[in-house]
């Protein structure tokens, strides 16, 4: 899976620590931001399908990402292989409440899953996560090797997790903390992790009383008061 989002004006440069970022326009109006980015949608479609069906996702990324920047600028969107479509367009605001909002409008203003397309307001979880591998720079990742030790608080329905993986130990910081996260998404969904998982750490020495990820979704989505998502789209990130 591949996010995109636009960059803030000369975020390529070293910043000036006199000079505040220039603001980029946020509309006051989220359903009307939503109408637009679809009617922009239906008219980049025909481009959007010839481009993914010769395999040059790379050709729209521009256009799709100044369509999104246009609900807000902090989303991201990522296009994906669908699960009952062919192909899925998500667009995240990665949990920020303040997000809610757009993606809120967006999705209520998306028209209807077809046969080719379908549409997601958050990360959906992948049908099994134990089939997907990821690349985090040298490296190739299995998510069926990761393994969770969870606690559950019951009064609050909320999971406290520690993630491990035997390459932990290999990565640099930053692929570390995306091989801590990326999991639970993969697993969840990034909507059902945002609701019910509380505190989250890095184990890099493999602890006791481990847990797989399919195991871990069974106990989340058991929890009283979680709603459970539907597996909606497959794929390896």
Do not use: C
Request: charged share 30%; proline share 9%.
């Amino acid at each position: 899976m591949s996010w995109f989002r636009r960059k803030r004006r000369d975020e390529d440069e070293p910043p000036d620590p006199r000079t505040p970022w220039p603001d980029e326009p946020v509309p006051a109006d989220p359903a009307a931001a939503a109408e637009e980015f679809w009617r922009r949608w239906d008219e980049l479609l025909p481009e959007i399908s010839a481009a993914l069906g010769e395999g040059e996702p790379h050709r729209v990324e521009t256009l799709l990402l100044d369509a999104v920047a246009r609900v807000h600028p902090a989303l991201q969107f990522s296009l994906e292989r669908g699960h009952r479509s062919i192909y899925a367009l998500v667009v995240s605001g990665q949990e920020d409440p303040a997000l809610r909002p757009y993606t809120d409008a967006w999705k209520a203003a998306a028209p209807p899953d077809d046969a080719l397309w379908e549409y997601h307001d958050s990360v959906p979880p992948v049908p099994d996560p134990e089939k997907v591998t990821v690349n985090l720079g040298e490296h190739r990742i299995a998510l069926a090797d990761v393994r969770v030790v969870a606690q559950v608080d019951e009064a609050e329905h909320v999971v406290d997790v520690a993630v491990h993986h035997p390459a932990m130990a290999e990565l640099a910081e930053a692929a570390r903390r995306a091989m801590t996260f990326l999991p639970l998404d993969a697993a969840l969904g990034e909507r059902l992790a945002a609701e019910r998982l509380r505190r989250v750490e890095t184990a890099v020495a493999e602890p006791t009383g481990t847990i797989s990820l399919v195991e871990l979704r069974e106990l989340v989505r058991g929890l009283g008061g979680a709603d459970g998502w539907h597996d909606t789209v497959g794929g390896s990130a």
